[in-house]
């Protein structure tokens, strides 16, 4: 197994006095997904937000590449090579694919009063890297950005995090509130960067989509480290029960117990059983 991009050991992370996230120790390798998980609140987006410069932890500490690190800002990260892409995060509908790809970064051509942005430039290299993640739609730099689809929308801001060395991509929620077609665009976009060898830190509440593409998961219970395995090492009914905090089971269990009592302690038969299952079955 290659050695870890990004290694986090005992990181914590407070907000005043409330303890969010405790001791969470992971590794982010190279070619790899890393999924995740964990239900509203576990504590995701703060450890998305300490990974990526936008929170310092409170205690524990980062490797990049071997070598301590800390990143005090979104900039520090970035120069370390950790990019935090949200959902269409840094595309503009109304400018161009070419001038979005290189918003704060415009290439331009010219000299003193005859310098210019370099819109053939841009256009071209944004709709090569866009077509790099597999989507060969995006043909025409000068579209608005506003035209594209989700998954377009999402490989452009993939695309542009890659192109300014992004070797550690985070992807908040990216399949969420996109159709089934274009959830499977974004998922093929993070199986092209996983080629190309970037580590990819995939955050999703959809467990369908993390089996898909994901080979490494962490999931979080109210802010602790609470599993940590690899593919193929847990059933998709063991992930669906870790991400409800097991709670799901444990509902089961109480409602199994109720039924116990209103039944002179008989056990459900497996019908009622199964149909108590069904009413704890999640819907993501
Ligand atoms: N700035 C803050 N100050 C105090 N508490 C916070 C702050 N941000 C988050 N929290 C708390 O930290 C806990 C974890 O929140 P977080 O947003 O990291 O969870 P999450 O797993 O991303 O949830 P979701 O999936 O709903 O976005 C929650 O209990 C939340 O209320």
């Known amino acids: ?31 790899e997904v890393l999924c995740l998980l964990g239900d509203n609140g576990a504590g995701k987006s703060t450890l998305i937000k300490v990974l990526s410069g936008f929170h310092e932890p409170t205690s524990g500490t980062f490797e990049v590449d071997g070598k301590p690190a800390t990143f005090k800002s979104p900039r520090d990260a ?25 918003v704060g970064a415009e290439p331009t051509k010219g000299w003193g009063p005859l310098r210019r942005f370099d819109r053939k430039f841009a256009g071209e290299v944004a709709v090569r890297e866009i077509r790099a993640l597999g989507i060969t739609r995006v043909t025409d730099g000068d579209r608005l950005v506003g035209g594209l689809s989700g998954g377009e929308r999402q490989a452009l801001a993939i695309g542009r995090a890659v192109y300014f060395g992004a070797n550690v991509l985070i992807l908040d929620e990216p399949t969420a509130a996109l159709g089934v077609k274009e959830a499977a665009h974004v998922l093929r976009i993070i199986m092209q960067a996983r080629q190309k060898g970037i580590a990819v830190i995939l955050v999703t509440h959809n467990v369908t989509h993390a089996m898909a593409v994901g080979d490494h998961f962490a999931v979080l219970i109210r802010g602790t480290l609470a599993a940590d395995f690899r593919k193929g090492e847990r059933t998709r009914e063991e992930i669906t029960d ?3 905090g097991g709670e799901a089971m444990a509902e089961l269990e109480a409602e199994i117990e109720a039924y116990q009592r209103e039944h002179a302690g008989q056990v459900p038969d497996p019908a009622e059983l199964e149909q108590l299952a069904d009413h704890q079955k999640p819907t993501a």
Do not use: N, W
Request: proline content about 5%; overall charge negative.
């Open 242 to 244: 870790l991400m409800a």
């Open 1 to 31: 197994m290659s050695e870890p991009l990004l290694k986090l050991t005992d990181v914590s992370k407070s907000y005043g006095a409330t303890a969010v996230l405790h001791d969470i120790s992971l590794e982010v390798r190279p070619g």
């Open 78 to 102: 970035g120069e370390h090579g950790i990019a935090c892409v949200h959902q269409f995060g840094g595309t503009f509908p109304l400018m161009s694919i070419g001038r979005s790809f290189f």
